[in-house]
Structure formats: C-alpha cells, structure tokens
C-alpha cells in the first residue's frame, strides 16, 4: 500500500504560480492530481500513466503541468495563470493499473494523500 504526502499548497493572487508536490513511499503507480472546491465533487486535474502518458481536464490545459521524478518517487503539479476558481484542496492519488480506462475518475484510483489548499484571491 502506497502512502502519498502532498505539499506546496498555499495562498497567491490571481495570476500567480504554485508548485505542488506528492511523495509516494513506493513507485509502480498510474498517479494523478485531483482537487475539490467548497460545495463540489472532487474533479480530475491531471494524469500521468506508468507509459508516461499526461492528460488534463480542459479548464486548466495551457496553465498546469504534470510530470514526475522517479528517483525520488515524487509527483508535481506546476501551476501557472492562478485563477479565483482554482481555489480548492488539491489531491494526490495513485492506482495499481498500469491503464486506466477513464484516468479522470476518482473511483479508478486506490489511494489517496490528505490535501493541500490551494487558495487564489482576485
């Protein structure tokens, strides 16, 4: 069982940049960022497959980037073009398959970090 620790989050204006990381203790996974805002579901934000391929959720292409660095088994999301409605607690999570028929649903997902907020002021 993977254990994931997210980290990074924090409070920047409207336009700003934030790095988030994810610190798995094991390697081996399909992993992927979602988040969750006040009053929402949790959505997906981006994918990263063990064949190393990427996948975003349309409201964020062109301004987050996922990528990973196996050597320290660590997974980022950089951010880019902050806006109000990126504001939420952003997830780490990880999946034992190696493909994922639908790599933005939650329930294809096994584990789960704890979060990190992420709050964007106009």
């Known amino acids: 069982q993977v254990q994931l620790v997210e980290s990074g989050g924090g409070s920047v204006q409207s336009g700003g940049s934030l790095r988030l990381s994810c610190a798995a203790s094991?390697?081996?996974?399909?992993m992927a960022w979602f988040r969750q805002a006040p009053g929402k579901g949790r959505e997906g934000v981006a994918t990263l497959d063990q064949e190393g391929d990427t996948s975003y959720a349309d409201s964020v292409k062109g301004r987050f980037t996922v990528s990973q660095d196996n050597a320290k088994n660590t997974l980022y999301l950089q951010m880019i073009g902050l806006k109000p409605e990126d504001t939420a607690i952003y997830y780490c999570?990880?999946?034992?398959?190696?493909?994922?028929?639908?790599?933005?649903?939650?329930?294809?997902?096994?584990?789960w970090g704890q979060g990190t907020q992420v709050t964007v002021s106009s």
């Open positions: 999570a990880a999946a034992q398959a190696r493909w994922l028929d639908f790599p933005m649903d939650r329930y294809e997902y096994q584990y």
């Open positions: 094991d390697n081996g996974y399909s």
